[in-house]
């Protein structure tokens, strides 16, 4: 059963940060989502796309007939958001405001504004394929380009040409916006409005140390280096005008529980040290944005790089690596290999450091490695085992597999060789595989 959220009414006066960029752009996006079907807003992470364009669609009307429903990779995002814009919105109005992961639901009859995982987006699909109780959803974060929002902008691509009174916004950062509009354009038939947030980064200093094994011990590692790096940061103060918390990148949880020791054993001062990944309980995670009269060292996975903004970082120690799926058609193996980030990736870590001030973004990696790195990581749909999506498929019963690639947004389409690798499936196979999917 469909549940349509009990409005009454809206806000009477939304209120919204001058700091943000994307406050310029307010009327203009608010007049967008009045007169469009679909929008694309670009970006740079920390312009405040996530939390001010819930905001710009209860403005414009939005949120009387449905929720306005707004998707994050992670569940981290998708709670740390709901908090943010019920604290915005003020005392008499959080209740509007609510989110949804795995295991956790905490909207209620009266909820407008719903943050919401992808992942939770697409189980309820399974019930409702036109999404009949959002009136707006918006896609964040789509420049990730995971599975589950490709299959999703693949899904909405064909909604919106059956329900004139959805709207949807691709939320992106600045990588190749228009794709994304092209997509929806050839849909509806119409131009598809790009907006572009101006960004306001202060100068971050990039420092190139790359590590190489100790003479003496061959066990020297990136952990190592970012250890060393982050101690010198604290004790020989070569940067005293800035004072701000330090924010490291590991990637695997197994190095952030190794740095993390490592660091909280070292006699640092008044500092404290943080874990952040993406498994991490919930109320782990919510310390990195409590005040502290502590200075912070926060070691986090990718899940830092883009999802979330963490206030107050004035240093990123970047070791140039992350855990990135890749399935190999010809093997048919999947593996979680750790790979060097892309360029884009780099430049969003040194991005969480220019937000509130000036930052010193040290890479452990030199500027010719950098500078030899592929410009973006390819979507997940170009290195993964299409099993999963086509099993998803099946559950929607979104139509025949054969015509998979006009099903996802066509911005990347899978290999030809992943594709036919995994429609050969024997359909027994499929059904029984069916039966152990977890939305």
């Known amino acids: 059963m469909v549940r349509i959220p009990e409005v009454r009414s809206l806000p009477p006066s939304i209120s919204y940060p001058s700091e943000l960029p994307i406050v310029s752009k307010r009327n203009e996006i608010i007049q967008l989502i009045s007169n469009h079907r679909v929008i694309v807003v670009a970006g740079t992470t920390g312009s405040g796309k996530s939390t001010q364009i819930p905001k710009m669609c209860l403005e414009a009307g939005r949120g009387l007939k449905g929720f306005i429903g707004c998707t994050q990779p992670r569940r981290i995002a998708a709670i740390a958001l709901a908090r943010q814009v019920a604290r915005e919105l003020g005392s008499n109005w959080q209740h509007i405001v609510g989110y949804k992961i795995r295991f956790q639901d905490t909207t209620t009859p009266g909820t407008i504004i719903k943050f919401l995982t992808d992942g939770m987006l697409l189980a309820e699909a399974q019930q409702d394929k036109l999404f009949t109780s959002y009136e707006v959803i918006m896609i964040d974060e789509a420049h990730e380009r995971s599975l589950n929002i490709d299959l999703l902008i693949g899904m909405l691509r064909n909604v919106v040409s059956e329900r004139d009174d959805l709207t949807v916004i691709i939320s992106s950062a600045t990588i190749d916006p228009q794709k994304f509009a092209d997509a929806f354009s050839q849909s509806l038939g119409t131009e598809v409005p790009v907006v572009d947030i101006p960004s306001k980064l202060y100068p971050v200093e990039v420092i190139y140390r790359p590590w190489e094994s100790e003479s003496d011990s061959d066990e020297w590692n990136y952990v190592d280096q970012a250890v060393d790096v982050v101690e010198e940061l604290i004790r020989t103060e070569k940067h005293p005008y800035l004072r701000g918390d330090i924010l490291v990148f590991m990637p695997t949880e197994r190095d952030i529980r190794e740095a993390v020791q490592r660091l909280s054993e070292r006699d640092l001062g008044n500092v404290r040290v943080y874990p952040l990944y993406a498994r991490q309980a919930s109320w782990e995670q919510e310390k990195i944005f409590e005040p502290s009269p502590h200075r912070k060292i926060i070691v986090a996975t990718n899940v830092a790089e883009t999802s979330l903004t963490i206030p107050n970082i004035s240093f990123v120690v970047d070791t140039g690596l992350a855990r ?4 190999s058609p010809k093997t048919g193996i999947r593996s979680l290999p750790i790979l060097p980030i892309s360029r884009a990736s780099a430049d969003q870590r040194k991005g969480r450091c220019g937000r509130t001030g ?14 030899s790195r592929q410009e973006f990581t390819p979507p997940e749909i170009k290195r993964s085992n299409l099993a999963e999506v086509i099993l998803r ?6 139509g025949d597999i054969e015509s998979f690639p006009s099903l996802i947004l066509l911005i990347a389409p899978p290999f030809e060789r992943a594709l036919s690798h995994c429609v050969s499936w024997e359909p027994l196979m499929m059904t029984e595989s069916l039966l152990l999917w977890d939305a």
């Open 358 to 371: 000036p930052g010193v973004c040290i890479r452990l990696y030199s500027e010719e490695d950098y500078l």
């Open 324 to 327: 990135i799926s890749h399935y």
């Open 393 to 398: 498929m099946l559950a929607l019963e979104l």
